[in-house]
């Protein structure tokens, strides 16, 4: 058992490093970067009343339905 | 962010821009820093769904090496607990960053 574990071990932590966190680091960001807009679109004036905000409060809400449920 | 914090900064002459460095973001960070480190360390285990869409992540070698030599359970655990340390080590750096985001904070606020 304890052979099993020693070799794939670092195989495993290498494509954690490459692949997990690169992963997690972009999918973050790309996260942030909508909610940044989302938000920025829902507190605009100029788009208040516009077909562009309540689309950007159906798109919220269906990606917080699909997130959690 | 409430108005009267904007109204304040400028009523002692600040900028906007100095306003938003000096006021507005320090409380902006600390209130957010919780939820979006919480938020990071989801991800991290939710990359784990990757596999599915056959991206050689963590999971998928795991799976791949499990298929080799017949020992799933060895396999899924191992990378459980490396999953573990990950987010472990993330809970700590999200400690210290909540306590750096704070330390502006009066350490009198809700005490004696």
Redesign the interface.
Known sequence: MWEIVTTSLPQLIMAGIKYTIPLSLISFALGLMLALITALVRISKRVKNSKLSKGSLIFTFGYFVQHHY | MPQGQWEAASSIGMTRSQTLRRIILPQAIYISVPP?AN??IS??KD?SL?ATIT????F???QQ?AAE?Y?PL??YT??AL?YAV?CSLLTIGQHYLEKHSHRHLNKTVGGA
């Open positions: 979006l938020s990071f991800l991290v990359t990757a991206i050689v992540e963590m998928e070698v795991s090496i030599n020992q060895i396999m191992l990378v490396i990950f």
